[in-house]
């Protein structure tokens, strides 16, 4: 993503209708999920933090970001918990978390699967990945452009890639 677009996202997410629904939907979802007292979830490109934030709520949330500029937003909201990293090479141990989120995050990158793959490894046996991308090739924009997609999804593509990478697929 642009430098410049971190602010702009920082300053809507908490307030736009959008990024509110959709904070409230996936927070719900993961909150759903039977958890013990421990419960560790990985906001694996976390942003500007407006999610990361809101799983404070349910667990123990870290913030994974490759971008400095993420990370100071990140921090600014007052999350607790931010790594300065890698999707692609997470720096965390094998089964490290419950649940990882990676929202809006692989289409980002070349390697889709070395993500998932990478992702497979940090979840615990039993753990749960909630990820979202951009649909349909036809909706290709000038948003994709700006956020440097290098790609979108059909539900059965992302399905594939994710059994793929070592996960089943609920739903």
């Not at 046996?125 to 979202?132: D, F, K, M, N, R």
Request: aromatic share 10%.
């Amino acid at each position: 993503m642009e430098p410049s677009f971190y602010e702009d996202y920082y300053k809507h997410e908490s307030s736009h209708w959008w990024f509110r629904w959709r904070y409230d939907l996936i927070t719900g979802l993961v909150g759903s999920i039977k958890r013990s007292s421990s419960f560790r979830i990985l906001d694996a490109g976390c942003g500007t933090g407006q999610m990361t934030k809101q799983l404070e709520a349910i667990g123990e949330a870290i913030g994974l970001d490759s971008a400095a500029e993420a990370i100071t937003y990140a921090r600014s909201r007052g999350v607790a918990r931010l790594v300065r990293g890698s999707i692609t090479d997470p720096p965390f141990a094998d089964d490290s978390f419950d649940c990882v989120l990676a929202l809006d995050v692989i289409e980002h990158v070349d390697n889709d699967m070395g993500i998932l793959t990478s992702l497979f490894q940090v979840v615990r046996p039993g753990g749960h990945l909630v990820i979202t991308v951009p649909a349909f090739k036809a909706l290709w924009s000038e948003h994709d452009e700006i956020n440097h997609h290098r790609r979108r999804y059909r539900a059965s593509q992302m399905r594939r890639l994710i059994e793929e990478a070592g996960f089943t697929v609920i739903g």
